[in-house]
T-cell receptor, first 115, second 114 residues
Framework: AQSVTQLGSHVSVSEGALVLLRCNYS??????LFWYVQYPNQGLQLLLK??????LVKGINGFEAEFKKSETSFHLTKPSAHMSDAAEYFC?????????????FGAGTRLAVHP | DGGITQSPKYLFRKEGQNVTLSCEQN?????MYWYRQDPGQGLRLIYY???????QKGDIAEGYSVSREKKESFPLTVTSAQKNPTAFYLC?????????????FGEGSRLTVL
C-alpha cells in the first residue's frame, strides 16, 4: 500500500538553527509531494509542492524541500528557525491512480522552537 | 475573499445523537473532501466528492454520511454508529481541472462527545 512516513513526531530546535523535517514515501510510481503546515486549531496551509518539475522546491516562509527519487524522500528544510515556525507539519503524496487529487498524509511532525 | 467555511468551530454531542458539520466553499472547486484528524495519526480521508451528486467513501467512512446537492456545499453527518467520533474534522477542496493535488482547507470543526 502507498504510504508516507514522517520520521520524528516531535522535533525541537533553537531559534536560528537549521530545521530538518523528514518525509519518505513508499511507491515505485513517481508521486506528487506536498508539505503542509498547521497552527493550533486551524486548517492546513500549503508550504510547497513537487509536481515533477525542478527537484528543489522553494516554498513560503523560507522553507524548501528536495525530491530525491533514489531515496524516496522529500525532506523539508529551513536554514534558520524562527519562533513563528512552531507548528505541526504534514507531508503528503498523491498519485496518478487517484487523479493526483486524493492525498495521503503522514502522521505529522510537531516543531518546537525555543529561544 | 474566496475560501472554505466550516461550521460550527466547536460542537458538543451526547452519545447516540447524530450531528451535521457544514462545509461551504466559494472557490468554484469541483472536488471536496472530509478528513478526520486525531493526535499522532495525521489526516484520514472520510469521504470525497469530485462532482455534484456523486461521492465516494474514503478510508474511514463507517459511521459517517455525506451529500453533495450543490457544488458549493458538502455537509458531513456523524451518525450514532460512529464509535469514536471525538476528533477534529477538516473540509478541503480542489479544482479537478488542475490535477495538482493541492488542497485548500477550512479552519476545522472540533467535535466532542460527552
Amino acid at each position: 500500500a502507498q504510504s508516507v512516513t514522517q520520521l520524528g513526531s516531535h522535533v525541537s530546535v533553537s531559534e536560528g538553527a537549521l530545521v530538518l523535517l523528514r518525509c519518505n514515501y513508499s511507491s515505485s510510481v513517481p508521486p506528487y509531494l506536498f508539505w503542509y503546515v498547521q497552527y493550533p486549531n486551524q486548517g492546513l496551509q500549503l508550504l510547497l509542492k513537487y509536481t515533477s518539475a525542478a527537484t528543489l522546491v522553494k516554498g513560503i516562509n523560507g522553507f524548501e524541500a528536495e525530491f530525491k527519487k533514489s531515496e524516496t524522500s522529500f525532506h523539508l528544510t529551513k536554514p534558520s528557525a524562527h519562533m513563528s515556525d512552531a507548528a505541526e507539519y504534514f507531508c503528503a503524496v498523491s498519485y496518478p491512480s487517484g487523479g493526483y487529487n486524493k492525498l495521503i498524509f503522514g502522521a505529522g511532525t510537531r516543531l518546537a522552537v525555543h529561544p | 475573499d474566496g475560501g472554505i467555511t466550516q461550521s460550527p468551530k466547536y460542537l458538543f454531542r451526547k452519545e447516540g445523537q447524530n450531528v451535521t458539520l457544514s462545509c461551504e466553499q466559494n472557490l468554484n472547486h469541483d472536488a471536496m473532501y472530509w478528513y478526520r484528524q486525531d493526535p499522532g495519526q495525521g489526516l484520514r480521508l472520510i469521504y470525497y466528492s469530485q462532482i455534484v451528486n456523486d461521492f465516494q467513501k474514503g478510508d474511514i467512512a463507517e459511521g459517517y454520511s455525506v451529500s453533495r446537492e450543490k457544488k458549493e456545499s458538502f455537509p458531513l453527518t456523524v451518525t450514532s454508529a460512529q464509535k469514536n467520533p471525538t476528533a477534529f474534522y477538516l473540509c478541503a477542496s480542489t479544482g479537478t481541472g488542475q490535477n495538482t493535488g493541492e488542497l485548500f482547507f477550512g479552519e476545522g470543526s472540533r467535535l466532542t462527545v460527552l
